[in-house]
């Protein structure tokens, strides 16, 4: 982009961190400005200030802004073969714990929170085991809460995992009782401090939109949120460096330990 358009982002980052809190400075800027100028663009506007201005008047605008800002992509046990591996921890954490305490952070629409729930439920009682779902996006949220799918997103499921859910036609619904077990909440990475305390984070395929300043800010946050010995769990592309100084310690592929 030109000069012009690097100025005139640069005022729609200070505006909207005026707005909302959000600061898109830790956010990968090349990325972020393909999905905010193609917003801008449906939308008419001339420049990126003259979206931000009408940010302030037009809720519904900001709140489409919100979700043009995060991916939501996701799935029911997502990339299986690691959820194979995260079974395994979940079967021995229980085994020593009398409950497990566990943030599905960035949650998107809860399909990562609900099959969560799903494998906790295989090894304790619903009572010993509680799930806070996060994300920035209050859509979403409300999808989640909702608990209501496409039958298309429930294919890959076996059928025990499928007993979870309620056949509503072309729609699946998770069963009230194991929504009962997941908590939903907004929360921002950045901005907000972090909830406490975790024996499993969950933290996958969004720190890959951040900038190198936003990862470790955001490592440290999900370091002071686990419990001694807990566990995180990352994406297949988020390998911590230096994992130490967020005391944190590999403790195998994209599994780390609260030191």
Known sequence: MSELRNGDYETFKR???NLTGIDLCL?????MKRRLNTLRMRH???SFEDLAHHLREDHALL????SRMTINVTEFFRNRQRWTVLEKKISQMASRKGAITVWSA???TGEEAYSLAILMSKYLPQNQFSILATDIDEKVLQRARDGIYPELAIHGLNADERRFFINKGSQFEVQPQLKQSVHFRKHDLLLDPPPKSFDLIVCRN???????EGKQS????????LKPEGILFVGSTEQIFNAARYQLKA???FFYEKL
């Open 206 to 212: 969004v720190l890959i939109y951040f900038t190198e």
């Open 218 to 225: 955001i490592y440290h946050k999900l370091g002071q949120a």
């Open 251 to 253: 403790s195998e592929t």
């Open 27 to 31: 956010y990968k800027e090349e990325q």
């Open 63 to 66: 709140d489409e802004t919100l």
């Open 15 to 17: 505006l909207f961190f």
């Open 44 to 46: 008419g506007f001339s």
């Open 106 to 108: 960035a949650c998107s």
